[in-house]
């Protein structure tokens, strides 16, 4: 079945205790995405990636990390957590067509 | 910043009628545009995506675009109490970056 996946999918954590988020996704997609969603705000990109090894900011990026060390893979580091980065996280692959496929989502709770 | 707007909602319509939500965009530059459906508590999933001006239909769907207006739309025919939900509307430019931009989406209800 083609998906995206993500874990963990629920995250309680205090600020500053490093944590990272994985998504992988098994349709050969080169471009892959974070966002998170906020009530009121959205969808934000926090990063994208168009293909291994190639990263680049989107409209949210600070508090974040990211690697693109294989096609299939593109976790989210979160190094220093902190409150407002409680939210909802969907990773996202998306087809040459560039129509995007999103994981089930991590909602993160920071202390 | 690019912006992408929509109606909050909500948006009542009755069961068998035809719902029509709204989305304009900033970005002249915008080449690719998306609906996205999202129920309470999942993830967005999406419904149809456009391209070039015109109309483009998918079952009970049907897209438009206006590029001169910067303004796309999704047209929702016969509709059932299965559609309510909150619809996103996405913008995609190749020419910087490829980032998306989504509006903070319209809630759709469906009367029975």
């Known amino acids: 079945e083609a998906q995206v996946t993500q874990n963990p999918r629920y995250l309680i954590t205090v600020t500053g205790k490093k944590l990272t988020v994985t998504c992988s996704q098994n349709?050969?997609?080169?471009?892959m995405s974070w966002y998170r969603q906020d009530p009121g705000l959205g969808l934000r990109q926090i990063y994208y990636?168009?293909?291994?090894?190639?990263?680049d900011k989107g409209d949210v990026p600070e508090g974040y990390k990211v690697s693109r060390k294989e096609k299939r893979n593109f976790p989210l580091i979160l190094e220093s957590p902190s409150p407002n980065q409680t939210s909802l996280y969907f990773c996202a692959s998306s087809s040459i067509r560039n129509e995007q496929f999103f994981g089930p989502g991590t909602r993160l709770t920071v202390l | 910043q690019k912006e992408v707007e929509q109606n909050s909602g909500p948006l009542s319509v009755p069961e068998g009628a035809i719902a029509s939500l709204n989305c304009t965009y900033s970005?002249?530059?915008?080449?690719?545009f998306f609906w996205y459906r999202q129920y309470s508590g999942k993830s967005p999933e999406l419904i149809m995506s456009i391209y070039s001006n015109g109309d483009k239909e998918d079952g009970r769907f049907t897209a438009q675009l206006n590029k001169a207006s910067q303004y796309v739309s999704l047209l929702i025919r016969d509709s059932q109490p299965s559609d309510s939900a909150t619809y996103l509307c996405?913008?995609?430019?190749?020419?910087?970056?490829?980032?998306?931009?989504f509006g903070t989406g319209t809630s759709l209800t469906v009367i029975p």
């Open positions: 996405a913008v995609n430019s190749w020419d910087t970056g490829n980032q998306f931009y």
């Open positions: 970005d002249r530059g915008s080449q690719s």
């Open positions: 990636s168009m293909n291994v090894e190639v990263t």
């Open positions: 349709m050969n997609h080169e471009y």
